[in-house]
């Protein structure tokens, strides 16, 4: 947040306080303001308005003081988690200086709580699904990810939803956006199949590119060809998320080797020989890189007709 708005509310936080300090001082309940009396009730709602801005003002001042050099996935948390516990305390100050009744208040709160739970189960399922994942962070704003049925990225997590930018869907075949935004209850975190694409961050994926050559290739020239030009397309980036994904893998107690760089596995069809280069990538732009590692491998391939050569004229 810039310094303006951070300026800004702080002197919403002062101006704030000062209106509360001045109503609560010069118009108790009873006393006359100037020469015109205050009728009880103005004083009270007058008392709750203040307090309510008193509230929104510190919710201002604690939000710009806590995001300064944040990034958005920590302000989206933090403005959700803010916005739930100022606004608790804004409502039950608010109806307490309403009624001149505190303990009532709360008490009143607590029952009609209690009758919430039974008459919205599945509101409350929601919220306890957003607790889960501000508290375990399974995903959050900008990851792809897979809830249920629905694919997509994530662009904002709400108290009872989760929106999501559709990848896929009925719209397109491929591994591409499809317009269309989905929103997704909190709740369904609890009960269904959660995919998150990529580790920390949503940085990374492994994928496959399958190329089919006849039996009669070079098979050592075409697996050397498809590596080379991998680690032209990749190189350092592979490598950098490479290491990435071992820290990650040193906090588990799985053990894996994971190879620096892209490597070649061998097929063996039944007209034909598949050879699958297996290397690191960023889900977002995983069909991006396929379609460019197909251009360049066949156009080398074809560079070398009697190295490498295709199926023809066989069931495929």
């Given at each position: 947040m810039s310094r303006s708005s951070f300026l800004g509310a702080i002197v919403v936080a002062v101006v704030a306080g000062v209106t509360g300090w001045y109503v609560a001082t010069t118009a108790p309940l009873g006393v006359a303001v100037g020469d015109t009396p205050l009728d009880p009730l103005v004083a009270r709602a007058l008392l709750a308005l203040s307090f309510?801005?008193?509230?929104?003002?510190?919710?201002?001042?604690?939000?710009?003081?806590?995001?300064?050099?944040?990034?958005?996935?920590?302000?989206?948390?933090?403005?959700?988690?803010?916005?739930?516990?100022?606004?608790?305390?804004?409502?039950?100050?608010?109806?307490?200086?309403?009624?001149?009744?505190?303990?009532?208040?709360?008490f009143s709160l607590g029952v009609v709580g209690f009758a919430i739970t039974f008459a919205l189960q599945q509101p409350l399922l929601s919220l306890l699904g957003?607790?889960?994942?501000?508290?375990?962070?399974?995903?959050?704003?900008?990851?792809?990810?897979?809830?249920?049925?629905?694919?997509?990225?994530?662009?904002?997590?709400?108290?009872?939803?989760?929106?999501?930018?559709?990848?896929?869907?009925?719209?397109?075949?491929?591994?591409?956006?499809?317009?269309?935004?989905?929103?997704v209850p909190n709740s369904v975190v609890l009960s269904s199949d959660l995919t998150t694409f990529g580790g920390a961050g949503g940085e990374f994926v492994w994928n496959e590119l399958s190329v089919q050559v006849a039996y009669e290739t070079e098979l050592p020239?075409?697996?050397?060809?498809?590596?080379?030009?991998?680690?032209?397309?990749?190189?350092?980036?592979?490598?950098?998320?490479?290491?990435?994904y071992r820290d990650e893998l040193s906090e588990t107690a799985v053990e894996l080797s994971v190879d620096e760089e892209p490597t070649v596995n061998v097929v063996q069809q039944e007209s034909w020989v598949e050879l699958r280069l297996r290397y690191l990538v960023d889900p977002r732009r995983a069909t991006r890189t396929r379609n460019q590692l197909?251009?360049?491998?066949?156009?080398?391939?074809?560079?070398a007709p009697d190295r490498v050569r295709f199926p023809v004229s066989r069931n495929r």
């Open positions: 309510t801005a008193v509230v929104f003002g510190c919710y201002r001042l604690v939000f710009s003081w806590l995001t300064r050099g944040a990034t958005k996935r920590r302000q989206h948390d933090l403005r959700n988690v803010l916005r739930l516990g100022f606004g608790v305390v804004g409502l039950v100050g608010a109806l307490g200086a309403l009624t001149d009744q505190w303990l009532g208040v709360l957003w607790v889960y994942i501000t508290a375990k962070r399974p995903y959050g704003v900008g990851d792809r990810v897979r809830i249920g049925d629905v694919k997509g990225d994530v662009v904002a997590v709400d108290f009872l939803v989760t929106t999501l930018w559709e990848v896929g869907g009925e719209l397109v075949s491929t591994n591409q956006p499809s317009g269309r935004r989905v929103t020239y075409a697996r050397e060809v498809m590596v080379e030009e991998a680690e032209a397309l990749l190189g350092d980036e592979m490598r950098r998320r490479v290491e990435r197909y251009e360049r491998i066949l156009g080398r391939f074809n560079e």
